[in-house]
């Protein structure tokens, strides 16, 4: 089957713009992830959805980032009045539960000018 | 908290050799999970192979293998007959039990080159 898609590919926002990144997880996978990956930070662990709820937010680096996630499926990671430091290759990843594997999508690369 | 520690910027092997990558790990858990992910130029995370921390048998996947020494919280990926496809960023992960169940911590990461 389809594996994890992100979309867009690349984004190209102007300072101060929101954006919105999309995550299809892989068909039946319960579980999802966001992560962010960054030159200087590496890679970081953002939300984790189990269904629709998130149990675990502590990797939102600021109020101005939020996801939702509905119909236990799509997910959608927002960032209001983006920053310069916003930029990096945001990657969401599935799994069937957890602990299991986490299969990644190709990310999506922000770059906030 | 978990943290994963790779030493190793960079390495390089030539074609067919092995090459071993370092990995240590800290976590207060006694329910984890370990891993080892690849990423190509094509920015797509791989699964390389997985450890449980309860199994004292250390993992293999065809040419690729793990040391796992619990005790010394090493975790170390060996690539056996190295090709060209195996040129790739590779990570170190952690996946803790208790309420950490849903995040992978990574290490830095370990750019790999393989040399024809």
């Known amino acids: 089957g389809a594996g994890v898609s992100q979309s867009p590919s690349n984004k190209v926002t102007e300072k101060g713009k929101d954006v919105e990144l999309r995550c299809d997880p892989i068909s039946g996978h319960t579980a999802l992830y966001w992560y962010r990956q960054s030159l200087g930070q590496g890679l970081e662990f953002l939300i984790y959805f189990q269904g629709n709820s998130a149990p675990d937010k502590s990797g939102l680096p600021s109020d101005r980032f939020s996801a939702e996630r509905t119909g236990g499926s799509v997910s959608t990671l927002t960032i209001q009045r983006t920053q310069q430091e916003d930029s990096a290759v945001y990657l969401c990843?599935?799994?069937?539960?957890?602990?299991?594997?986490?299969?990644f999508g190709p990310g999506t690369r922000l770059t906030v000018l | 908290a978990q943290t994963v520690t790779q030493s190793q910027p960079e390495m390089s092997v030539q074609e067919a050799e092995t090459v071993t990558l370092s990995c240590t790990y800290d976590?207060?858990?006694?329910?984890?999970?370990l891993f080892w992910y690849k990423q190509p130029p094509s920015r797509q995370m791989i699964l390389v192979i997985r450890q449980e921390a309860y199994k004292q048998q250390n993992a293999t996947e065809n040419r690729f293998s793990v040391n796992f020494q619990k005790a010394a919280k090493s975790f170390s990926l060996k690539i056996s007959d190295s090709q060209l496809g195996d040129a790739a960023m590779y990570f170190c992960?952690?996946?803790?039990?208790?309420?950490?169940?849903?995040?992978?911590?990574f290490g830095q990461g370990t750019i790999l080159t393989v040399h024809p």
């Open positions: 992960a952690s996946l803790a039990g208790g309420t950490s169940y849903g995040k992978l911590t």
């Open positions: 990843a599935s799994s069937r539960g957890t602990p299991d594997e986490q299969f």
């Open positions: 976590t207060s858990e006694s329910d984890y999970y």
